[in-house]
């Protein structure tokens, strides 16, 4: 999480901004972070270091309930040594580029959405995250933000993290204040531990509690990102009560 204080409102949709490995601050960005890592961003972070979903929460993660969101909220871990430093950072560079997290990506822009209930419309809003150390702001590279969201990979991610503001979003605290701790434990199973959570399926009562489409069972079964879908879909029915599954009749 970045620090409310270095978030600045975006005056105008332009802003200036580059990034390379001449420059003098080149890594030092990646310390000391806060890094929320999204249900997304673990998939695309497993899958690149080829382990699964348990092992890289193990290693590479810590948790704890957010109070603001009422939910379990995952962070990458930084290096246990004084200088705290990203373990996906090099001297040349993240090792991890093309599967880095969307906060990541979007730096340093950082992005709110919202959700209303009713209509399932996602509100936006970009700010601009300005650290002292950064001098890629004294480049003269100019973009919009739709320029800067799609160079780099962004619009994926927004997509895909949107599936998770569906579980949460709209909801009022007193609502989310309800969630018994077997609630929130099957929050993290099903939004970050994925392989946990497809066992929960194909191994468990499950498919013969719930009628889960045919085309839907092979996706969970071969594909994270369909069974991560599916995840918001139980979530949202088992924590909310919403009618996105159907219970067999017993
Ligand atoms: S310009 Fe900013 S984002 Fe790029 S390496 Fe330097 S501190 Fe990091
Ligand atoms: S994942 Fe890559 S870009 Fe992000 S903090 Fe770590 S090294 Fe830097």
């Not at 270091?49 to 379990?72: I, K, M, Q, R």
């Not at 071969?222 to 017993?250: C, H, Q």
Request: net charge negative.
């Amino acid at each position: 999480m970045i620090e409310a204080s270095l978030m600045q409102p975006l005056k105008e949709d332009r802003f200036r901004f580059a990034c390379n490995k001449s420059l003098p601050c080149f890594t030092k960005c990646c310390a000391k972070l806060n890094l929320v890592l999204t249900p997304y961003d673990i998939i695309r972070l497993k899958n690149r270091l080829n382990c699964p979903s348990g092992y890289f929460l193990e290693n590479h993660t810590t948790s704890f309930v957010d109070e603001a969101y009422g939910v379990p909220i995952v962070h990458l871990k930084m290096n246990d040594d004084e200088t705290r430093r990203c373990p996906f950072v090099s001297p040349d560079g993240c090792t991890v580029y093309d599967d880095r997290p969307g906060a990541c990506r979007i730096y340093p822009l950082a992005r709110a959405a919202s959700k209303v209930y009713e209509s399932h419309r996602t509100g936006e809003y970009y700010f601009m995250v300005r650290e002292s150390h950064c001098l890629g702001f004294c480049e003269n590279r100019e973009w919009t933000i739709h320029e800067w969201v799609n160079d780099q990979g962004f619009d994926k991610y927004n997509a895909m993290n949107d599936y998770f503001l569906d579980i949460t979003a709209g909801r009022t605290a007193k609502s989310i204040n309800t969630l018994t701790e077997q609630h929130l434990k099957m929050y993290y199973m099903a939004c970050y531990s994925l392989d946990e959570f497809r066992r929960f399926i194909f191994e468990s009562t499950f498919l013969k509690r719930f009628e889960i489409e045919q085309d839907v069972i092979r996706g969970i079964e071969a594909d994270d990102v369909e069974l991560m879908k599916f995840a918001s879909r139980w979530l949202t029915f088992s924590l909310f009560g919403e009618k996105t599954i159907t219970a067999r009749n017993p």
